[in-house]
């Protein structure tokens, strides 16, 4: 996720993320940041956190078995526009859509590169 600049889970109470998301867009730096909570994962099945602080948002990831060797993965996220980026709301949500698809796509090739590093193990 090249626009992720850093992410720091809590030694204290690891569910706790700070996460800062630097992008420069329309000619500007943006930098946003925020708290995230990890909630109670299902097995298999579904990853899910929202922001406690900072930058609000929400999300989901949810894994699909396709076949014994396929998953579907889908993600859902829930932002709300800065009021820095409310004049350039309509323009934000298809590059955010944009980033977010790139960064699915690099996952399913890192998930494909350890799959085939566990079956050689």
């Known amino acids: 996720m090249p626009w992720i600049h850093s992410i720091k889970v809590s030694k204290d109470r690891p569910e706790l993320s700070e996460w800062c998301l630097k992008y420069n867009a329309f000619g500007q730096d943006f ?18 956190w929202r922001s406690v602080d900072g930058l609000p948002n929400r999300g989901t990831v949810r894994f699909y078995p396709r076949s014994p ?5 889908q993600l859902t996220i829930s932002y709300e526009v800065p009021d820095l980026l409310v004049p350039l709301a309509a323009s ?5 859509e944009s980033i977010l698809q790139k960064d699915l796509e690099r996952f399913a090739v890192f998930a494909k590169e350890q799959s085939v590093k566990a079956s050689v193990k």
């Open 69 to 73: 060797s396929s998953v579907g993965v």
């Open 31 to 48: 930098e946003f940041k925020w708290t995230a909570k990890n909630l109670q994962p299902i097995h298999h099945q579904k990853i899910h």
């Open 92 to 96: 934000v949500s298809p590059l955010v």
